[in-house]
């Protein structure tokens, strides 16, 4: 057997979650009718957007997947010889923490038994014309996947395991984006008898992943067979205050806290709390809020915390600061919801000096005005959430959850801010963004990931995660003065983009590209692109000005021009590399 090893600390995440209203899915409706709509989901059940098996199940014949499928730890799915998988595609901009990715997902936290052999053969493909990345794939988040007789195409990732096993046996992988990725110490692959073939990408693995393959064939991949890299490890996290049992100074139920509360000592919740319009809760320094863990419907979640319409006051200090976590002896991810904000905009709420750890959603806000500072958020499933909001986030510490920041449609500032060791970094859609030296290290996936909106980007580290800076269908956006390195796939990537500014970065040491453009028009100047893995510069439909950037040491190319026009690159400096492949 031929064996990959590398090695990363890589934070456990957390419980399934498939059935929950997001007010993510909803688009900007006006600001009454989305509180309306809010209120009444804390007050009935929860429809489903991913379908839970709550028990062990068996697929057979023709199974059409229109949503999400999740099979949650204890839990078992098996396909019989002959099964055919067809996944609807659905590329939205769902914002649940649970998913891993937009696009309809097969995810495992349980065990999934794949028993398709030569005769009758198990084949996992969406519909209609071939495409690679119409749907997610086969994500193995925690669990156990054992595949036999199988073929998977047109996924992003065919086979995705995180910190789980996957044994694959004569199995066919073709057509996909990536073929096998494996991320994370505790995550396994072995492939046998099994075809890697004609994917973008073939196998990779990252943070201590193992891959070992005995007779199987992993070649003719577009652009790369094999990859394997560590990202990087930040230094350990040390959490602001040290936790201690203070004596219960109060006990809440389902309460509503009208006129003006202040909280002190030790705060149990024992279920949701609101505070309406015009009233306020404040919370003095040193305070600990714990929250029991009530899960009515059983979906892994727990549904307790704060629903705030009136207004937040969470002061605490350096020495005392505020602690939000779960009241349970034996703490889990997600035991209890959030500290919701929502519709609270005439007045900025605050969280200053606080500590959020073990939630559904540390922060969740929309429309409302909101300042994060030199607070931690640690060990949740996504730290911040919001949307529709004025947003200020600065000194604050988020790491080891699933997910850092989420937001969209809204206006952000962001500096001083450490985002690290989450499975994700930074996601933010159709924002206004002003991002001055935060630094985004060791991410799994996504360092940081914008789409759409205005961006103003200065003085950041970017470094270790798997990918850097993703930008695409950006219509304005200033990049200057970042440092993006030792990101394992691409450092900084630009697609269908307009009006971009990128001046005096250091872009380097990322395993394979430095810069990805494609569909981009935008000046480039004074950038240092050096020592990358194969590319400086990978330019497809590029159109601007390329001028007075260095180009030192890159592994194949200083710069490939993939696509078929020309492109002037004058007064760079080359080293000793030629200025193009």
Not at 158 to 182: F, P, Q, W
Not at 388 to 414: A, P
Not at 433 to 453: A, C, H, T
Not at 457 to 477: K, Q
Request: aromatic residues 8%; glycine residues 10%.
């Amino acid at each position: 057997m031929e064996y990959i090893e590398i090695h990363l600390i890589f934070a456990a995440v957390g419980k399934p979650h498939p059935f929950r209203v997001s007010s993510s899915h909803d688009s900007a409706h006006e600001k009454t009718t989305f509180l309306v709509a809010f209120a009444l989901c804390l007050l009935i059940p929860a429809f489903a957007f991913a379908t839970l098996l709550t028990a062990d199940t068996t697929w057979q014949g023709e199974v059409t997947v229109n949503e999400d499928v999740i099979v949650p730890s204890g839990i078992s799915l098996t396909l019989k010889p002959g099964t055919v998988v067809r996944v609807i595609p659905a590329d939205t901009t769902k914002t649940d923490p649970e998913y891993i990715s937009p696009l309809t997902e097969i995810t495992v936290r349980g065990t999934l038994k794949v028993e398709g052999t030569r005769t009758f053969p198990v084949k996992f493909s969406s519909p209609g014309e071939a495409k690679n990345a119409s749907w997610a794939g086969l994500i193995v988040d925690g669990g156990r996947a054992f595949l036999s007789g199988c073929s998977i195409d047109n996924a992003e990732t065919a086979l995705h395991v995180i910190e789980g096993t996957a044994t694959v046996d004569d199995c066919k992988i073709n057509g996909n984006r990536y073929g096998v990725s494996a991320i994370g110490p505790k995550s396994s692959v072995v492939l046998k008898s099994t075809t890697v073939a004609d994917n973008d990408f073939g196998v990779y693995a990252f943070s201590g992943a193992k891959i070992l393959q005995h007779n199987s064939t992993i070649g003719n991949n577009r652009k790369k067979d094999l990859h394997a890299a560590d990202l990087q490890q930040p230094a350990a996290q040390i959490p602001l205050s040290t936790t201690k049992d203070l004596p219960v100074s109060r006990i809440y139920h389902d309460e509503v806290l009208l006129g003006s509360t202040i909280w002190q000592g030790r705060i149990i919740v024992k279920g949701i709390i609101r505070v309406p319009e015009g009233a306020r809760l404040a919370i003095l320094p040193g305070t600990v809020i714990e929250f029991s863990r009530r899960d009515s419907n059983g979906d892994g979640i727990g549904e307790n915390g704060l629903m705030i319409q009136g207004s937040i006051l969470a002061k605490g200090s350096a020495r005392e600061p505020i602690i939000f976590r779960s009241a349970e002896k034996g703490r889990s991810d997600a035991d209890w919801d959030a500290i919701n904000i929502m519709g609270s905009d005439g007045v900025q709420n605050l969280i200053e000096y606080c500590q959020i750890e073990g939630a559904y959603r540390g922060l969740h806000f929309h429309f409302s005005n909101v300042a994060v500072t030199h607070s931690v958020l640690k060990g949740n499933y996504r730290a911040i959430q919001f949307q529709e909001s004025l947003v200020v986030l600065h000194g604050n510490r988020l790491y080891e959850n699933k997910s850092g920041i989420q937001g969209r449609n809204s206006t952000i500032h962001m500096s001083g801010n450490l985002i690290s060791s989450n499975y994700i970094g930074g996601n933010f859609f159709r924002c206004n963004l002003q991002v001055r030296q935060n630094e985004f290290i060791g991410n799994r996936r996504d360092g940081l990931r914008l789409r759409e909106g205005v961006t103003i980007m200065e003085e950041n580290l970017i470094d270790g995660n798997r990918f850097g800076l993703m930008v695409a269908d950006t219509f304005s956006g200033r990049f200057n003065r970042n440092v993006v390195s030792n990101n394992a796939e691409t450092g900084l990537s630009l697609k269908n983009s307009d009006n971009i500014e990128l001046f005096g970065n250091f872009v380097a040491n990322n395993g394979l590209n430095g810069v990805n453009l494609q569909e981009t028009r935008a000046e480039i100047k004074g950038n240092q692109i050096a020592a990358n893995g194969e590319r400086g510069l990978g330019l497809l439909s590029f159109t601007g000005t390329l001028t007075g950037n260095s180009f030192m040491g890159n592994g194949l190319w200083a710069i490939d021009q993939e696509g078929t026009n020309d492109v002037e690159a004058p007064d760079n400096w080359w080293g000793n590399d030629e200025p193009a492949g």
